[in-house]
């Protein structure tokens, strides 16, 4: 059974950094597509970054690239968003997600069987 386990939001300022942690446990990180979302209230879930499990390569929203970086670690079966100089509009409820093989489809949500309870990040102007 595939777990998913977030952490590390909290409440910054704009301009500030965080960093999200999702621990997998049930498959390894370097054989499972891996991605965030993220969900306003009253807003649709929204795809933010991705990690293919072959070869890491990596996918972005055109609002955060450039300030978000999506890594992983196999040692520690973890998967990461660095999310840097954030904006107010960054507020949502943010969510790892897991595939078990990549797809062109990467930034649909209905394409992952897998996901974290969320975590919230709030960013205050």
């Known amino acids: 059974q595939v777990q998913l386990l977030e952490s590390g939001g909290g409440l910054v300022q704009a301009g500030g950094s965080l960093r999200l942690s999702c621990a997998l446990s049930?498959?390894?990180?370097?054989?499972?597509?891996m991605a965030w979302f993220r969900q306003a209230p009253g807003k649709e879930r929204e795809f933010v970054a991705a990690i293919r499990e072959s070869n890491g390569a990596t996918r972005y929203l055109d609002s955060v690239r450039g300030r978000f970086t999506i890594s992983r670690d196999s040692a520690k079966n973890t998967v990461y968003l660095q999310m840097n100089s954030l904006k107010p509009e960054d507020t949502a409820t943010y969510y790892c997600?897991?595939?078990?093989?990549?797809?062109?489809?990467?930034?649909?949500?209905?394409?992952?069987?897998?996901w974290g309870q969320g975590t919230q990040v709030t960013v205050s102007s």
């Open positions: 997600a897991s595939r078990s093989y990549w797809t062109t489809a990467y930034n649909l949500a209905r394409n992952y069987a897998d």
């Open positions: 049930g498959r390894t990180v370097t054989s499972s597509a």
